[in-house]
T-cell receptor, first 111, second 110 residues
Framework: SQQGEEDPQALSIQEGENATMNCSYK?????LQWYRQNSGRGLVHLIL?????REKHSGRLRVTLDTSKKSSSLLITASRAADTASYFC???????????FGKGTRLSVIA | DGGITQSPKYLFRKEGQNVTLSCEQN?????MYWYRQDPGQGLRLIYY???????QKGDIAEGYSVSREKKESFPLTVTSAQKNPTAFYLC?????????FGQGTRLTVV
């Protein structure tokens, strides 16, 4: 069951602009993670936010989590052409439940 | 270098044939997962294994089989029962809740 749903499906911005993508999910979670995938490659872990956290930063990345709305957002500030990729949210429930990925947002950063 | 190694990178299969995708890890992680990705889509879970000699079906296990005889290895067999096997297959290991991915195998049925 795909729990995370990213929005928008695709996003095109100019270099230097900020990019925001959103993720909604349906059931309670232990944590939510964001991954990046370059075309034709595997996914790379970017950042994890726990259910008791509201905001987290890592370099140019800022993640927020609103458990009451079952949603998260990923903000990439001062985007670069190298940020062009697909971004996926993944949710983890309690215990040994597997990580569940959404369908992703395709980000294009135009130089 | 530590990581997840998937082979081959590209694989072509004739209809009606079984084919096995390799996934090896040297990260000493207990849990390993197989995902399928179709164009423009997210990852769908095929099978996962939390420990050697044990594995569970994911959301789309029909037409696939796995084994977990060694901690380092989690091969996926795509059987002739899988009606639409053309896809990008990703293997991952999990450490606590973070996933580490291989570079994928692109399977095409010809």
């Amino acid at each position: 069951s795909q729990q995370g749903e990213e929005d928008p499906q695709a996003l095109s911005i100019q270099e230097g602009e900020n990019a925001t993508m959103n993720c909604s999910y349906k059931t309670s979670i232990n944590n939510l993670q964001w991954y990046r995938q370059n075309s034709g490659r595997g996914l790379v872990h970017l950042i994890l936010i726990r259910s008791n956290e509201r905001e987290k930063h890592s370099g140019r990345l800022r993640v927020t989590l609103d458990t009451s709305k079952k949603s998260s957002s990923l903000l990439i500030t001062a985007s670069r052409a190298a940020d062009t990729a697909s971004y996926f949210c993944a949710t983890k429930g309690s215990g040994n439940t597997p990580l569940v990925f959404g369908k992703g947002t395709r980000l294009s950063v135009i130089a | 270098d530590g990581g997840i190694t998937q082979s081959p990178k590209y694989l072509f299969r004739k209809e009606g044939q079984n084919v096995t995708l390799s996934c090896e890890q040297n990260l000493n992680h207990d849990a390993m997962y197989w995902y399928r990705q179709d164009p423009g889509q997210g990852l769908r879970l095929i099978y996962y294994s939390q420990i050697v000699n044990d594995f569970q079906k994911g959301d789309i296990a029909e037409g696939y089989s796995v084994s977990r005889e060694k901690k380092e290895s989690f091969p996926l067999t795509v059987t002739s029962a899988q009606k639409n096997p053309t896809a990008f297959y990703l293997c991952a290991s999990h450490y606590y809740t973070e996933a580490f991915f291989g570079q994928g195998t692109r399977l095409t049925v010809v």
